[in-house]
Nanobody
Framework: QVRLVESGGGLVQPGGSLRLSCEAS????????MGWYRQAPGKQRELVGT???????NYADSVKGRFTISRDKAKNTVFLQMNSLKPEDTAVYYC?????????WGQGTQVTVSS
């Protein structure tokens, strides 16, 4: 069983920044895609962005230019750098990874953007 352990959520003011981390308990060589989803109260879970093992990234239109996904293959960890945060970014953020092409989810970390 693969575990994804997230950290870095919290409360931040509009315009601020946060960095989320997610470490996978699997070998980097068997980990295919890593990424982040989020779910706001009363809404469906939505894609934030992903990064492949080759480093290619994909982002939701709502976060392009503000959020950046990166990956440390040595630690099999994915990061989400969130800048210029808006109240509408408030959600539980979930790490996602495919290991040997099977999908796994983290437990989620709360991000609240409020003054």
């Amino acid at each position: 069983q693969v575990r994804l352990v997230e950290s870095g959520g919290g409360l931040v003011q509009p315009g601020g920044s946060l960095r989320l981390s997610c470490e996978a308990s699997a070998s980097s060589s068997s980990t295919n895609v890593m990424g982040w989803y989020r779910q706001a109260p009363g809404k469906q879970r939505e894609l934030v962005g992903t990064i492949t093992s080759g480093g290619s990234t994909n982002y939701a239109d709502s976060v392009k230019g503000r959020f950046t996904i990166s990956r440390d293959k040595a630690k099999n960890t994915v990061f989400l750098q969130m800048n210029s945060l808006k109240p509408e970014d408030t959600a539980v953020y979930y790490c996602y990874a495919t290991v040997s092409w099977r999908g796994y989810w983290g437990q989620g970390t709360q991000v609240t953007v409020s003054s």
